[in-house]
Nanobody
Framework: QVQLVESGGQLVQAGGSLTLSCVAS????????MGWFRQSPGKDRDLVAV????????LYGDSMKGRFTISRDNAKNTVYLQMNSLKPEDTAVYYC???????????????WGQGTEVTVSS
């Protein structure tokens, strides 16, 4: 079965940096668009970033632009999210997802990880 496992979430102070990783198995990783989404309690799941199959294209949510960087290593079946200049508003559970379309809507992604929690303290 397909499995996506995120790691790297932790408590970090505002202004700090953190890198999340997501390792995929059970699928041909290089054939899938990968995305990061996040969700805070009581709120909708929001787009963080999307990366195309060959890393040729990336998209970011408005509040992430200039601070976050998505990347992938197809040889390692891994997608990363580097987060800089973190703000308390970035506190959320971060999920990685795999899909067949280069899309910003979470509904269009086929597989999801369990999430990793990021807490940014002020």
């Amino acid at each position: 079965q397909v499995q996506l496992v995120e790691s790297g979430g932790q408590l970090v102070q505002a202004g700090g940096s953190l890198t999340l990783s997501c390792v995929a198995s059970g699928l041909l990783f290089s054939s899938y668009v990968m995305g990061w989404f996040r969700q805070s309690p009581g709120k909708d799941r929001d787009l963080v970033a999307v990366i195309s199959t060959n890393s040729g294209n990336t998209l970011y949510g408005d509040s992430m632009k200039g601070r976050f960087t998505i990347s992938r290593d197809n040889a390692k079946n891994t997608v990363y999210l580097q987060m800089n200049s973190l703000k308390p508003e970035d506190t959320a559970v971060y999920y990685c997802a795999a899909g067949l379309s280069y899309a910003t809507k979470d509904m269009l992604y086929l597989y999801w990880g369990q999430g990793t929690e990021v807490t940014v303290s002020s």
